[in-house]
Nanobody, 127 residues
């Protein structure tokens, strides 16, 4: 049973930085992709950043140049470094693990490509 648990986040002023971490337990097998998604109240879930088994990364246009995703396979952790925070970044953030265990191409930013999800961590940015 794979379990994903987010930590970090919280509240910060616009322009500043926060980090999120995701710990993956259950010793998942294979070369999977990981991603961060977010959902603000009244809005649809949005793919924020993704990373494949070869460390190739993709970002949503809204966060490109400000957010940075990384993974440490030795520690089974995923990190999202968020800089230049904006009020519109306020949302619940979720980490996710892909259905694919041979994830070598463009890491997807569609929620349907992910089978395991964390419970979420709130990020609130004030002006």
């Amino acid at each position: 049973q794979v379990d994903l648990v987010e930590s970090g986040g919280g509240s910060e002023q616009s322009g500043r930085s926060l980090s999120l971490s995701c710990s993956v337990s259950g010793n998942p097998k294979g070369d999977y992709c990981m991603a961060w998604f977010r959902q603000a109240p009244g809005k649809e879930r949005e793919g924020v950043a993704s990373i494949n088994a070869l460390d190739f990364k993709l970002y949503a246009d809204s966060v490109k140049g400000r957010f940075f995703i990384s993974r440490d396979n030795t520690k089974n952790t995923l990190t999202l470094r968020m800089t230049g925070l904006q009020v519109d970044d306020t949302a619940m953030y979720f980490c996710a693990k892909s259905k694919s265990v041979r994830c070598y191409g463009n890491p997807p930013l569609l929620g349907g490509e992910y089978s395991d999800w964390g419970r979420g961590r709130q990020v609130t940015v004030s002006s």
